[in-house]
């Protein structure tokens, strides 16, 4: 009888819960005996899924009562061309030359965006045509002489919410947490060598009073560290206020659900991609016009998205995301907020008469980090390195920064070749033609 089974025999028996295994076995014999359990249990064959090639013990932050891994196929699109120092002097109508992916030394930040270079760019998804259909747009956007992306703002939030006995006790709490963010910053970033408060915003309900804080967390996505500071600062608004903490968070933040606030105010990085593309490149490419992708966007991802009432607006940005969120390690949940995705396309005049094509996505909330949670496991490193971002960027954050650049980047790639496709009528041959 080897380890696994003893282990599985005590489980079975109620000897040992399925949490404990770790403290009698090292990692890997835990998660056999558990897989071992559920064989028996439900009659299932659990090979596949113990078929994974790093030690499970490098997972142990990332999951509990480990069984295996779930195999997601994973490909590759690009390279990814991002004008970080500036945009290009405007659309050209023929290809530009093939390059291949930059070092972290050459995806190091300028005085413009932090990603410059070309980049491939991992995804993993089980979305058959997604990366063909990036690719296309990737094509396209560097005949057009590449894309430029740029941060426009960082804030990874926690928003706790107090009780207090009534308005003119939350108009105290509000008054003294507007005059005290220095001491509320002290307290927050003794807890993180890494971590800055950026800034408290205060919000009133009746008898609640909601406090969203806001963190440049660097090169890390941010949310436990953002967790930590605030409990802290949460004691001093306690001690000194007549606020009273119900729960650390609420969901104000808003993590992991659609909300407005994050769409207006952002939430982890703002980021905004964006090209000019000649018409000549989008008839030869695409098979369509400017004018036709144009109007596709605005009665699609305008005009229906508002219709519909949705938040993001937009054709498939959350596609690109979550394959390269999964990819490259990032909290998977957060897709929901990554879709929170504006996307315009406009016709704009050349002086000699002809029309060029205006395309951008603007991401409000994609929460992105290169350190730290699953990041750290191997086939997610490996992801990174790929892009050369993979730890923590010199200066501090400039490797989240560039990840997000260069996602955002994808996500416009995305989203011209699905709107070209849609204005075109080829989508459907497309998905056939692919076998999807």
């Known amino acids: ?68 891994a779930a195999q997601i196929p994973m490909g590759v699109v690009g390279p990814v061309p991002v004008n970080g120092d500036e945009s290009s002097d405007g659309a050209t109508d023929g290809d530009s030359s093939d390059g291949e992916a930059t070092d972290a030394d050459e995806s190091a930040p300028n005085e413009g965006g932090a990603a410059e270079g ?41 928003a706790p ?43 009133v309900v009746a008898d609640s009073v909601f406090l969203r804080f ?13 967790t930590i500071a605030t409990g802290e600062a949460c004691e001093i608004v306690e001690a000194e206020t007549p606020a009273s903490l119900v729960a650390l968070s609420g969901n104000m933040c808003s993590d992991k659900k659609p909300a407005a606030i994050n769409a207006i105010e952002g939430r982890g990085r703002s980021v905004t991609a964006d090209v000019v593309i000649s018409g000549k490149l989008v008839e030869d490419r695409l098979h369509t016009t400017p004018e036709a992708i144009a109007e596709a966007n605005t009665r699609k991802n305008l005009t229906g998205s508002a219709k519909a009432g949705a938040l993001g607006f937009n054709a498939h940005a959350a596609n690109v995301v979550a394959a390269a969120f999964l990819a ?70 400039s490797n989240a920064d560039a990840l997000a650049e260069v996602i955002a980047v994808g996500a416009l790639a995305g989203e011209l070749s699905l709107l070209g496709a849609l204005s075109s009528r080829h989508l459907a041959s497309a998905h056939e033609d692919l076998g999807r």
């Open 1 to 68: 009888m080897t380890a696994a089974d003893d282990l599985a025999d005590r489980v079975r028996e109620g000897d040992l819960r399925i949490h404990e295994l770790e403290n009698h076995a090292d990692h890997d014999t835990a998660a056999e005996a558990r897989r071992l359990v559920l064989e028996d249990a439900t009659e299932t064959d659990l090979e596949a899924i113990g078929d994974y090639t790093f030690p499970a013990e490098a997972a142990e932050p990332n999951v509990e009562n480990m069984i295996g």
């Open 118 to 158: 070309e980049y491939y760019l991992p995804m993993a998804t089980t979305e058959g045509a997604l990366l063909a259909s990036v690719n296309r747009g990737l094509g396209i956007i560097r005949s057009a002489g590449g894309a430029t992306a740029r941060v426009t703002k960082n804030g990874m939030t926690r």
């Open 161 to 203: 919410v107090f009780r207090v006995g009534g308005v003119a006790e939350a108009a105290r709490t509000v008054e003294w947490v507007n005059e005290n963010t220095e001491a509320l910053r002290k307290a927050a970033e003794s807890t993180t060598s890494h971590g800055e408060l950026v800034g408290v915003e205060p919000y």
């Open 214 to 226: 806001a963190y440049d967390t660097k090169d890390a996505m941010g949310m436990n560290m953002a």
């Open 328 to 397: 490259t390690g990032q909290d998977e949940a957060q897709v929901v907020e990554a879709a929170n995705t504006i996307t315009t396309m406009d016709t704009r005049e050349r002086e000699d008469g002809t029309t060029d094509l205006y395309a951008s996505v603007s991401l409000a909330s994609l929460e992105v980090g290169t350190v730290g949670g699953g990041t750290k496991l191997p086939t997610q490193t490996e992801a990174l390195e790929v892009l050369g971002l993979a730890g923590g960027g010199d200066p501090a954050g």
